[in-house]
């Protein structure tokens, strides 16, 4: 993982558009998806983003590490594994990001059968964030989803930032 930008004195995020960037190497783990949960929670908790945590919707916070897995799961199955994951953090949107090695873009089923396995991530990505996309590069992509702020900390007063400690290495 690489030092946030934007860090003020003390290893806390300055508050401001700036804010804390995470990235953790997922790249060879044997079980991503829980590596990229656990990483996620225990940023959201760094940053007072945790369920629980006082002014935060627990269940957008939750939907957090779901559309995670499943990002994560997206890769696995699709694009031979992530390479690695990033969480964005400012004043105004928490962003993931999940990088791994095809170029392929997602394709969202539309036609899924509630009782069937399978096919669902992607719409619940949709309906879990407020925006979502992919950027591809060549031989590579980096599927991204955003929430923003104001629905994720719905119960506190304006401005919500993430706060916590500095960053970790992976």
Known sequence: MTTSRGTAAGGRPDGGAAGSRRRLELAGLARPSAAAKAFTRRALADWAWDAGAPG???EVAEDVVLVVAELV???VVHAGGPLAMVLDASGSRLRIEVSDGSDEPPAPRRHQRAAQPGGHG??????ATDRWGA????RA???WAEVDVARLCAGRSPGPSPSG???RGA
């Open 73 to 75: 799961a997206n890769a």
């Open 135 to 138: 950027d591809r590069r060549e």
């Open 165 to 167: 400690g500095p960053e």
């Open 141 to 143: 992509k980096t599927v």
């Open 122 to 127: 992607l719409l619940i990505v949709e309906r």
């Open 56 to 58: 935060v919707d627990d």
